[in-house]
C-alpha cells in the first residue's frame, strides 16, 4: 500500500473572507433536459451566456453553471439581482423557470489547481431559500436588509427589480419590455404541462398582480 502524502492541505491559510451575496438559481425540469437532449441543452446554456445583458451584468457578478443550476456572487446586491432578472428573462425565452434563493454572509472562493472550494454563509442562506420556496421565483434570505428606498410604491412595480408578493420578497421577472410575453408563454406552458398548473397559476397570479390590480406590491 502506498504511503500517503504526510503534507497537510492548509488551502484556507492566508486566505480573506469576505461578505457576498449569493444566488442559487436552480432551472426547473432541466435536470430532464440534460438526460434527454444533452446537446439542445448546450445550445440553450450558450444562448443564455451570449446574451447582451448577461455579458454586461458579469463585469459586477460572477457566473457558474453547476448542471442545472446557476451561482451568482457579487459584493453588491443590485448587480445580483439584475443578473438574476436577465436569467429569469433568458429562461423564459427558452420555456423554462426558474426556482432560486439569495443569501448573504462571510464568504470564501479559492481555485488551486484543479481543485475548487466554495465555503460561504451566503451560499448555505441561498440554497435553504431555494428548497423551501414553493413557487417559481428568486426569494431573498430574510437576513438581507433592503433599502427601503428600493420600497418606493409610486414607481410601478415592473420598474423595480423587487417585488413582495404574497409574504414573499423575490426578484422581479417581468419588465418594461417583458411582460405579456412572459404571461403568454406561461399560459402555453400550462396548456402543455397541466401536472405543473399550480406554478404556472402562481406565475400568471403575480402578472396579474403587476400589471392589472393596482397593486404596488411592496411589502406593508
Known amino acids: 500500500m502506498t504511503d500517503l502524502p504526510k503534507k497537510k492541505l492548509r488551502p484556507f491559510n492566508g486566505v480573506k473572507t469576505t461578505e457576498k451575496f449569493v444566488a442559487f438559481v436552480d432551472i426547473l ?35 457558474q453553471i453547476y448542471s442545472d443550476s446557476f451561482l451568482l456572487t457579487s459584493e453588491k446586491l443590485g448587480p445580483l439581482i439584475g443578473m438574476c432578472q ?22 470564501i472562493e479559492i481555485q488551486k489547481n484543479n481543485d475548487f472550494y466554495v465555503i460561504s454563509q451566503a451560499l448555505v442562506q441561498a440554497v435553504e431559500v431555494e428548497k423551501n420556496i414553493k413557487f417559481p421565483c428568486v426569494a431573498l434570505h430574510n437576513n438581507i436588509v433592503i433599502p427601503q428606498k428600493w420600497w418606493n410604491p409610486h414607481v410601478h412595480p415592473v420598474e423595480r427589480g423587487l417585488m413582495f408578493f404574497e409574504g414573499i420578497r423575490l426578484v422581479s421577472p417581468f419588465s418594461i419590455y417583458w411582460g405579456e410575453s412572459a404571461m403568454v408563454r406561461v399560459s402555453n406552458l400550462k396548456d402543455d404541462y397541466p401536472e405543473h398548473s399550480e406554478k404556472y397559476d402562481w406565475f400568471l397570479r403575480l402578472y396579474d398582480a403587476a400589471y392589472n390590480n393596482g397593486d404596488p406590491l411592496v411589502p406593508s
Open 29 to 63: 425540469g432541466f435536470g430532464r433536459q440534460i438526460l434527454n437532449d444533452f446537446q439542445n441543452t448546450l445550445k440553450i446554456y450558450t444562448d443564455i451566456l451570449n446574451s447582451t445583458v448577461i455579458k454586461y451584468l458579469q463585469k459586477d457578478v460572477s457566473l
Open 86 to 107: 436577465a436569467l429569469q428573462w433568458q429562461t423564459l425565452f427558452n420555456d423554462c423557470l426558474v426556482r432560486g434563493g439569495i443569501g448573504f454572509g462571510k464568504h
